[in-house]
């Protein structure tokens, strides 16, 4: 006898240890229906209706997998960030809230119009940060970098289907641009995870070269704040985001290269997440 569409949800609950949230947002997927809030409200309505054969297969397939630890966005094949929804896949990380704390800071900095500011976001994964800034601040002409293809190929496509116009360029860092370009901000969330973090495993899904940075997760932020101030206008800022633990060693990472202003922002539980300075 075929389950119901609660009983099959429930059961994931109850016998695989998923969250009400995600074992309902695979049931949907697999049925082919919207994840997005409308979903949960047909699901509810529909609670008796029997679960189809084929679908009750891709739905098991799909719980045991959320149950082995891989991310419910690779699962569904989005995640929202800043209001966007975005295709996320195995190619890029996958976007957290806390990041959007780096999108508000850097929206403060923005020159406002008539100003068309450049903005250059590094790392840019699913372009997560490089598209919310680009909606949220149509008058910025906002570049997008990463050494992934496979992630710039992701990030073309949210850009399209979104509509919004970013320049993206492969490389590693500033590599990606020309030496006499200059920003009138810069952002960037690089791999900032020390190599033996015992956080690491938890993330063996995600891309771990979008991870790791060094002993002490700092290569990436070094290097990054080293650099830019080559490709920062007098006055522009570099933001960053970084673990809740290293915003001392960043804010020393700028002092030590003569940044101005040097400031830490916290994250909505009120951990320290992004740090940034201006240049003279």
Not at 139 to 167: F, I, Q, Y
Not at 189 to 196: D, F, K, L, Q, T
Not at 240 to 249: N, S, T
């Amino acid at each position: 006898m075929n389950r119901t569409l609660a009983a099959a949800w429930q059961q994931a609950v109850q016998q695989s240890g998923l969250e009400r949230l995600d074992a309902q947002l695979l049931l949907l997927h697999a049925l082919g229906r919207d994840t997005g809030g409308g979903g949960r409200a047909w699901l509810l309505a529909h609670d008796a209706d029997p679960l189809p054969a084929d679908a009750a297969r891709r739905y098991d397939t799909l719980v045991q997998r959320r149950a082995r630890g891989e991310p419910l966005a690779y699962l569904v094949g989005w995640r929202e960030f800043y209001g966007l929804r975005l295709e996320v896949n195995p190619d890029v990380l996958v976007p957290r809230p806390d990041t959007e704390t780096l999108v508000e800071w850097a929206l403060d900095c923005l020159p406002r119009p008539p100003a068309a500011p450049q903005v250059l976001d590094l790392g840019t994964g699913s372009g997560a940060i490089a598209l919310a800034l680009a909606h949220a601040a149509p008058h910025a002409h906002v570049t997008g970098t990463d050494c992934s293809g496979k992630a710039l190929a992701v990030a073309r496509r949210n850009a399209e289907r979104l509509g919004l116009a970013v320049r993206w360029r492969e490389g590693r860092w500033f590599e990606a641009v020309a030496r006499d370009e200059v920003y009138d901000l810069i952002v960037s969330n690089p791999p900032y995870i020390a190599e033996g973090d015992p956080h690491l495993p938890a993330l063996a899904h995600e891309p771990r070269s979008a991870l790791a940075a060094g002993p002490h997760g700092l290569n990436d932020l070094a290097t990054i704040v080293a650099d830019a101030r080559a490709h920062l206008r007098a006055g522009a800022w570099l933001l960053l985001e970084h673990g809740h633990d290293q915003a001392e060693a960043v804010q020393r990472l700028l002092r030590e290269h003569d940044y101005a202003d040097v400031a830490t922002r916290s994250d909505l539980a009120g951990r320290p997440r992004c740090t940034g300075g201006r240049r003279p």
